[in-house]
């Protein structure tokens, strides 16, 4: 089983959605929006001073699952190259 968090540019967080949902009616999520924080390309945190914003999403999938998601990941990423869009991929022993 395997964590992956996704945080990506508030702009491009349905474009992200439209791509995971192609992935299947099996694969599960929990995303937020608005999320602040600071990154690479600064602080976002959705106010006048530093007005952009994040969107988070969090998923549990097997190996096979992971793989469609990095695939899914890596389409808005070369659809959007300018925006803002990371994730990371935790191993996990145990899913309760």
Request: aromatic share 8%.
């Amino acid at each position: 089983m395997n964590r992956i968090e996704i945080i990506c540019d508030a702009t491009i967080e349905d474009e992200l959605k439209k791509s995971l949902h192609a992935i299947g009616d099996e694969l599960y999520y929990t995303s937020s929006s608005p999320v602040g924080g600071r990154g690479i390309k600064g602080l976002r945190q959705g106010d006048a001073v530093w007005p952009e914003e994040n969107a988070l999403f969090v998923l549990y999938t097997d190996e096979g699952g992971s793989e469609q998601v990095r695939r899914a990941v890596e389409d808005v990423r070369r659809r959007f190259p300018r925006n803002g869009l990371a994730a990371f991929s935790l191993q996990s022993a145990v899913a309760w």
